[in-house]
């Protein structure tokens, strides 16, 4: 390990279990020297795997519901009295659609569910950049991340009304960061991700498709949650303290292609010989 994160302290939201990107932020913000807490909803803590996580990496666990602002003034004030001052790092790994739970398509959301789509994904970063700034809980050239994905850019059948959602997300960064950056000295960022089985990834109508699809047209592959989480680090050390506002895409280039030789030679399998020599 390189202990790029060694003496700094930190928030973790959305650690489910093994498969979850928050989860491996966790192992590898360890590794690096860091301490921090973690922080789930009850409901997603009684369902997860979080307590073997905590006991590995010597956490404590603060419950929290990051729409509500009561909780996340709570998560907050208790972290900075568990770690012993101002954090410098913080990870927003939140998101959730009950539209596309419910098999919903765009063209026929309830709105119910899309409010809760918008609050749960996106104004939850707001209200936890919010919470933090009025609280001063974060150290000057402290990093704050949340996970993003190319849908906020481009569409993509199925991912549905979370593509609003991510949209919002990474406009907050950009608005956040301008004020927390000149005021704080704080950096804001999203990192647009590879589709990742995760837990949630996993529900998303098509993924093993859309997996074997980005893989088939990124240069590089794609990245999983590991490569994500190492990304991660760097953007928490102090070797990128000049970045902030960003959405940065980390996809293996995914996000710059138009087509690749691998994905147009599985696409051409499709047609005869005939076809294939007239598309030619």
């Known amino acids: 390990m390189y202990n790029l994160l060694k003496g700094k302290k930190g928030i973790i939201f959305g650690a489910l279990n093994s498969k979850s990107i928050a989860w491996k932020v966790a192992e590898k913000a360890f590794e690096e020297g860091a301490t921090f807490t973690l922080s789930n909803t009850p409901v997603a803590m009684r369902f997860g795997e979080i307590n073997e996580l905590a006991e590995r990496c010597n956490a404590e666990i603060i419950p929290a519901d990051a729409t509500n602002l009561n909780d996340l003034e709570n998560l907050f004030t208790k972290s900075m009295d568990i770690l012993g001052g101002k954090i410098d790092f913080v990870l927003h790994s939140i998101g959730m659609s009950l539209n596309v739970r419910k098999g919903r398509l765009y063209d026929n959301l309830d709105y119910n569910y899309f409010l809760k789509t918008i609050d749960i994904s996106a104004l939850s970063f707001h209200k ?47 608005s956040f960061g301008y004020i927390y950056g000149r005021d704080k000295k704080v950096r804001v960022n999203t990192i647009s991700q590879s589709p990742t089985r995760t837990t949630a990834g996993s529900g998303v109508k098509g993924i093993d498709g859309l997996i074997d699809f980005t893989d088939r047209m990124s240069p590089l592959g794609n990245a999983d949650a590991e490569d994500c989480a190492n990304f991660c680090i760097t953007m928490f050390s102090d070797l990128t303290k000049k970045i902030t506002m960003q959405n940065i895409f980390h996809d293996g280039g995914f996000s710059s292609m138009g087509m690749s030789l691998r994905a147009m030679t599985q696409y051409n399998k499709s047609f005869g010989e005939d076809e294939v020599m007239n598309l030619e």
């Open 128 to 174: 936890v950049l919010q919470t933090a700034r009025k609280l001063d809980a974060i150290n000057e050239w402290g990093s704050v991340l949340a996970l993003s994905y190319v849908a906020a850019q481009r569409t993509l059948y199925g991912y549905n009304d979370m593509a609003d959602a991510k949209a919002i997300l990474e406009s907050i960064a950009r």
